[in-house]
Structures are given as structure tokens and as C-alpha cells.
């Protein structure tokens, strides 16, 4: 949102018609602006999802997180996510919680195999940039004796028949495997 700043419209209007005070009101405004940008910023720095690139620094600075140069500031913002919704003691319904929360709620498949201490998710491709923030998620949030085993939930043929061979034949098996396709490819 642009807000424009003219601050002589809060002086009594007999004031409007002295050229000193217009003068005078013209050389604040900018400083006025300036003010108000940075309250703004403030303000959205206060919430993840409106941060600016310096309160997600910020913010990781404060939790000691260490971000790869090639994260983009999405990445960075899910990162911080996930260190926040992290509740201890863990349990079933808080893990789907935070999963459903950070991944989106069909984005992933658990499995809890608490017999044999093992965890399982599979995430979704259009995901796969948060996948390591959801490995140290549940390396904090999980017991020790857990094993945890996260993956990339990878394309499968029903979802590449409707291509035709004409149309797939572009792509590597590698690509085919781990690239995400749209429905309107």
C-alpha cells in the first residue's frame, strides 16, 4: 500500500496560504514518508510470512540458523517456520500438525512405525526446496532412539500416462523421476 504524505493537511486551513508554512511542509514530507516506510517495515517484520530479507536475517541470527547463499527468501521464511512450530513432547498428532502446517496437508505421506522406532515421510516435489528444513525439524523434535527416514515423493506413472511417449521423450529418466509436472503441461 502507498500512502502519500502531506502533512499541511493536518494544520488549520488558514495556514494553507502562507508560502513559509507550504515551503516548510514541502521539505517535511519526504522525511515524513521516509518515517512511515520505515514503521511499515517494522510492522511487517513483526510477522514470518511478511518479513523483509533483513528480519528473516535477523530472526536467524537469533536462532543460531545457518542459510545456503542459494536459498530464496521463501526457503529462508519455511526455515524459520518450522523452528517455531516446533512443540516437545512430540507426538502423533503434533508432528501431523507441523507437517500439515509447513508441507500443506496432501504434501507428504508419515508413516510412524513406533514398534521400530522409525519415522517415514515422504515429501512432495513441489516441496523438495524445504526438504532439509524438515530433516532438522525432526532431528530436534523426534527421541533420539527414533530412526528417521525422510525421502522425495517421486512422480509415478499415473500421474506421467497422460503425456503421450512423443511428449516425454524430451526428458532424461532422472528428469521424469524428480522434475515437477504441471497439469497443464
Known amino acids: 500500500m502507498r500512502r502519500e504524505i502531506n502533512i499541511i493537511n493536518y494544520l488549520p486551513s488558514v495556514f494553507h496560504e502562507v508560502e513559509e508554512i507550504k515551503v516548510i511542509m ?39 540458523i545457518k542459510s545456503p547463499g542459494s ?25 501431523k500438525n507441523i507437517l500439515d502446517s509447513l508441507c500443506g496437508p496432501n504434501n507428504y ?21 524445504m ?8 532431528d530436534r523434535i523426534t527421541p533420539a532412539n527414533m530412526i528417521i527416514d525422510v525421502q522425495l515423493r ?13 511428449q516425454l521423450r524430451v526428458f532424461t529418466h532422472d528428469q521424469l523421476r524428480i522434475e515437477v509436472f504441471s497439469d497443464g503441461s
Request: no cysteine.
Open 109 to 129: 505421506e508419515l508413516d510412524l512405525d513406533t514398534a521400530n522406532k522409525r519415522i517415514a515421510v515422504k515429501i512432495e516435489l513441489t516441496v523438495k526446496g
Open 154 to 166: 517421486y512422480n509415478q506413472h499415473s500421474l506421467l500416462r497422460k503425456y503421450t511417449h512423443g
Open 131 to 138: 526438504f532439509n528444513a524438515v530433516i532438522e525439524m525432526l
Open 26 to 64: 514541502k521539505a517535511e514530507n519526504p522525511e515524513i514518508k521516509k518515517l512511515w516506510d520505515a514503521t511499515k517495515k517494522a510492522m511487517d517484520d513483526q510477522f514470518i510470512h511478511s518479513s523483509s530479507e533483513y528480519g528473516v536475517s535477523r530472526r536467524e541470527k537469533m536462532l543460531n
Open 71 to 95: 536459498d530464496t527468501l521463501e526457503t529462508r521464511k519455511f526455515r524459520l517456520l518450522t523452528r517455531y512450530n516446533e512443540q516437545v513432547p512430540f507426538t502423533r498428532r503434533v508432528l
